[in-house]
């Protein structure tokens, strides 16, 4: 299984790699910090929502998504509690992944999976949450008042998603240049390089954002 370590730089390959179980290691000096910064936020407010929802977005990038939010939680500034890293490292190791509905608010849904809420695939099937966490050896998680605030309105699985198309892109740029239309390909690129530009922008942009240290494989 592969084993990336937080903090540290989050590639599109890794974020690719996450349809499959990913084995992440939060390294205790972040631990210390996620710990330090959970204790300096209030610990009221309400719990999430309950209730099921339809299976939605892609696997591949729920899970993407998961290890993203992973990442940023590592650097220890969110105010998440270090049970809310260990809920997600535990459920990237397996096949669960939450059922998003849609992208409204999909980190907090995704938190609502990881507490038994709603549902969830394991190994593919849908099930309620709960169920699919007793199938992957996983215990409901129950998130603080502070972990839910920092579940709910981020931008990850934007990133997360910015991330695995400009991955795809340019590997379909490279099958393509390697085939028979390569001559074309070149040809073209020479005359116009806006393609290239656009996946040039697309990575220097995730390339400024902090829990993305590099792009690319």
């Not at 907090?108 to 038994?116: K, M, P, T, V």
């Not at 549902?119 to 849908?126: E, I, M, P, R, T």
Request: proline share 5%; net charge negative.
């Amino acid at each position: 299984m592969n084993r990336l370590q937080l903090p540290g730089r989050l590639t599109t390959a890794w974020l690719e790699a996450a349809a499959r179980p990913v084995e992440v290691v939060v390294a205790t000096r972040a631990r210390d910090r996620i710990a330090a910064s959970h204790s300096a936020w209030p610990q009221d407010g309400r719990g999430p929502a309950d209730g099921l929802i339809d299976q939605g977005l892609p696997v591949h990038l729920v899970r993407a998504t998961m290890l993203a939010h992973l990442a940023w939680l590592s650097e220890g500034t969110s105010g998440a509690s270090p049970d809310s890293v260990d809920a997600l490292t535990a459920a990237l190791r397996t096949t669960f992944a939450p059922a998003v509905a849609s992208t409204v608010d999909p980190v907090a849904e995704i938190l609502q999976a990881l507490s038994g809420n709603g549902q969830a695939y394991f190994d593919g099937k849908v099930l309620a949450a709960n169920e699919a966490l007793r199938l992957a050896g996983l215990r409901p998680f129950e998130p603080t008042s502070a972990d839910i605030r920092a579940f709910t309105g981020t931008a990850t699985m934007m990133v997360a998603a910015a991330a695995l198309h400009a991955a795809r892109l340019r590997e379909v740029l490279v099958c393509a240049l390697e085939g028979s239309g390569r001559a074309v390909l070149v040809a073209e690129l020479s005359r116009s390089s806006e393609l290239a530009d656009a996946i040039e922008r697309i990575e220097q942009v995730l390339l400024e954002l902090p829990t993305f240290g590099a792009v690319g494989a």
